[in-house]
Nanobody
Framework: QVQLVESGGGLVQPGGSLRLSCAAS????????IGWFRQAPGKEREGVSC????????YYSDSVKGRFTISRDNAKNTVYLQMNSLKPEDTAVYYC????????????????WGQGTQVTVSS
């Protein structure tokens, strides 16, 4: 079955770190651009970060620049989101999503989506 599975979420104190993983099954992430998105209760989904399949170009939203880092490990068919200096406003369900076109991912409309993993930043 073709799917994306997020993991690594949990409860962390403000200023702490988490690393989210997005593992692909049934297809090779090497050929796909990947985006991380998040949605908090009562709020619209927002883009967090994206990485291209070709040259490794990356995108970060202004709210996470300098704190989050997206990367991929093609050998493990996995994309990561390293989140440092976490803030309470980072609390949300985080989703990874894939598309063949980087521009589509940056635009927030990738075709394939994972189930999401909860990140809670609280004291």
């Amino acid at each position: 079955q073709v799917q994306l599975v997020e993991s690594g979420g949990g409860l962390v104190q403000p200023g702490g770190s988490l690393r989210l993983s997005c593992a692909a099954s049934g297809f090779n992430l090497r050929y796909y651009s990947i985006g991380w998105f998040r949605q908090a209760p009562g709020k619209e989904r927002e883009g967090v970060s994206c990485i291209s399949s070709s040259d490794g170009s990356t995108y970060y939203s202004d709210s996470v620049k300098g704190r989050f880092t997206i990367s991929r490990d093609n050998a493990k068919n996995t994309v990561y989101l390293q989140m440092n200096s976490l803030k309470p406003e980072d609390t949300a369900v985080y989703y990874c999503a894939a598309d063949l076109l980087f521009a589509v991912v940056v635009g927030g409309n990738p075709i394939w989506w994972g189930q999401g993993t909860q990140v809670t930043v609280s004291s």
